[in-house]
T-cell receptor, first 112, second 110 residues
Framework: DAGITQSPRHKVTETGTPVTLRCHQT?????MYWYRQDPGHGLRLIHY???????DKGEVSDGYSVSRSKTEDFLLTLESATSSQTSVYFC???????????FGNGTRLTVT | DQQVKQNSPSLSVQEGRISILNCDYT??????FLWYKKYPAEGPTFLIS?????DKNEDGRFTVFLNKSAKHLSLHIVPSQPGDSAVYFC?????????FGKGTRLHILP
C-alpha cells in the first residue's frame, strides 16, 4: 500500500465550527488530492496540489480551503462546517503526470 | 455538468461469466482514463488505465477498451469471481485533474 495516512479517521463536529483534516504521505509524491464521496455522487474533487504551495480548485471547492507547506502534508480545512459537508473524505497521491492515484482509507466526517 | 458518466448504478453477473462495466465522457480533452475498485470502509484501489492514444489495455482478468469517437470506455472482467463484488469507478484525466464517475456496484452471483 502507498504510504498515505489520513487523520482523524472519524470526526463528529457541530455546525459552524472549523475542521481540519490531514493527509500525510511518505512517498514523496508531487501530486495530492482531496475528494469527497457521497451516495449518488461518487467521488468529487475538492482541491488538489501539484507541488508545495501550489494548489488549485476542483469540482466542489466552495466552503473548503487547502494548504501544502511541505511535500508530505496536505491539509483540508472547513472554515465553518455545514451539514452538507457530512461526507467521507479521501486523500490521494500521484508521483507524476499521467500516473494512477493511490488513495488513503478516508475520514468520515459528521456535521451535526 | 457531469463529465464522466456511469449510467448503470448496479450490475449483477454470474460467477465465471464476463462482467462489462461502461463509462461515457463528454470532454474530448481527457487523455488518460482509469478504473478503480472500492470495497466498503476502504479507499479506492487502482485497477487498470489506458492512454487516449490506445484503444485497449489488458492486465490479467481485466481489459479496458477505449472508443474515442464515441467517448466511451468499458471494463471487462473475465472470469468474474466473488471477490470482484465491489463498487467500480471510472475516472478521466485532463491536465492535473482527475474526475470520477458516480460508480457502478457489481454483484457477483454464486
Amino acid at each position: 500500500d502507498a504510504g498515505i495516512t489520513q487523520s482523524p479517521r472519524h470526526k463528529v463536529t457541530e455546525t459552524g465550527t472549523p475542521v481540519t483534516l490531514r493527509c500525510h504521505q511518505t512517498e514523496n509524491h508531487r501530486y495530492m488530492y482531496w475528494y469527497r464521496q457521497d451516495p449518488g455522487h461518487g467521488l468529487r474533487l475538492i482541491h488538489y496540489s501539484y507541488g508545495v504551495k501550489d494548489t488549485d480548485k476542483g469540482e466542489v471547492s466552495d466552503g473548503y480551503s487547502v494548504s501544502r507547506s511541505k511535500t508530505e502534508d496536505f491539509l483540508l480545512t472547513l472554515e465553518s462546517a455545514t451539514s452538507s459537508q457530512t461526507s467521507v473524505y479521501f486523500c490521494a497521491i500521484s508521483d507524476r503526470f499521467r500516473s494512477p492515484l493511490h488513495f488513503g482509507n478516508g475520514t468520515r466526517l459528521t456535521v451535526t | 455538468d457531469q463529465q464522466v458518466k456511469q449510467n448503470s448504478p448496479s450490475l449483477s453477473v454470474q460467477e465465471g461469466r464476463i462482467s462489462i462495466l461502461n463509462c461515457d465522457y463528454t470532454n474530448s480533452m481527457f487523455d488518460y482514463f482509469l478504473w478503480y475498485k472500492k470495497y466498503p470502509a476502504e479507499g479506492p484501489t487502482f485497477l487498470i488505465s489506458i492512454s487516449s492514444i490506445k484503444d485497449k489495455n489488458e492486465d490479467g482478468r481485466f481489459t479496458v477498451f477505449l472508443n474515442k469517437s464515441a467517448k466511451h470506455l468499458s471494463l471487462h472482467i473475465v472470469p468474474s469471481q466473488p471477490g470482484d463484488s465491489a463498487v467500480y469507478f471510472c475516472a478521466a484525466r485532463r491536465d492535473d485533474k482527475i474526475i470520477f464517475g458516480k460508480g457502478t456496484r457489481l454483484h457477483i452471483l454464486p
